[in-house]
């Protein structure tokens, strides 16, 4: 039997309500996918800090440009506080998945942190306790993270990792890197992970330079040469205003040919201070 073909229009003016009605079915996918976006935007600038703390002796800078994809809006962040016992706490994070639910998977990461460690100090005990915390919650998303603690009294840093882009670093006596220290497997995959913790102390000036991997790694352009790239201006930046490192810094997402979010987080800090020489005793 032969399928039944439609009867063809038969005048133009149906041709023409026709094609008017595809036209309008069109617009409204647009104007719902625009709101979609737009809505997703503001609910991103809603969950990423207004403003870093300020600290003796510290100076920060955060950069984000979001997707190229303008229906693709990430869950990419940042955060900076300040501890309960006064220590500086950093994180840098990227969630999985381009929508709003990411946005607001990303906005419960943000919060799980903030509220675990005004409980307790230790990076490793942070992002297990997250972790745990978020997989309670039932997330069906997972989320890398780099959480740092710096005490700028003893200049001791602790970083733990959670299938994170690693850190990049530099010192005024011209030493550099990159972190490549061990981690854990990103947040909200298994409970019960373990992360496990690295311990330096910052005995002269420098900079540390946290990224998501927008910036370092694109469809055609391989994360190590993103790293190196990166490691590359931080050498010969590290002095510089943090502002203008970041902007240096998020540009690299330009030769990636990303399609990601990109976030920046700089942090700048000064050597220890040097103690006054105390005058010899009267004769």
Request: one cysteine or more.
């Amino acid at each position: 039997m032969r399928g039944h073909r439609p009867e063809p229009p038969d005048s133009a003016q149906q041709l023409l309500v026709s094609l008017g009605q595809l036209v309008d079915q069109a617009l409204d996918r647009i104007k719902y996918q625009r709101a979609r976006v737009e809505l997703a935007i503001a609910l991103q600038r809603h969950m990423l800090p207004p403003g870093l703390p300020e600290l003796p002796g510290l100076k920060l800078a955060a950069r984000y440009t979001p997707s190229r994809d303008g229906l693709d809006v990430g869950g990419d962040w940042y955060d900076a506080f300040v501890m309960s016992d006064g220590a500086l706490g950093i994180a840098i994070g990227d969630v999985q998945g381009h929508d709003v639910e990411a946005i607001a998977f990303m906005g419960q990461v943000r919060t799980s942190l903030r509220a675990i460690a005004q409980a307790t100090s230790d990076t490793r005990e942070v992002l297990g306790r997250a972790n745990d915390l978020l997989i309670a919650m039932g997330c069906d998303l997972f989320a890398t993270c780099c959480f740092l603690r710096f005490d700028p009294v003893t200049r001791d840093l602790t970083v733990s990792r959670a299938g994170h882009v690693p850190m990049i670093w530099a010192t005024a006596g011209g030493r550099h890197g990159i972190a490549l220290d061990s981690g854990g497997p990103p947040l909200g995959i298994a409970p019960g992970e373990h992360y496990p913790v690295t311990h330096r102390r910052l005995t002269e000036a420098g900079v540390l330079v946290l990224v998501t991997d927008g910036v370092v790694e694109g469809p055609h352009y391989p994360m190590e040469r993103g790293l190196a790239e990166v490691a590359n201006l931080v050498r010969r930046g590290f002095d510089a205003d943090p502002d203008v490192l970041a902007d240096a810094v998020v540009k690299t997402a330009d030769l990636t040919g990303h399609r990601d979010d990109a976030a920046v987080l700089v942090v700048r800090y000064d050597g220890p201070e040097e103690e006054e020489p105390v005058p010899p005793p009267d004769a």
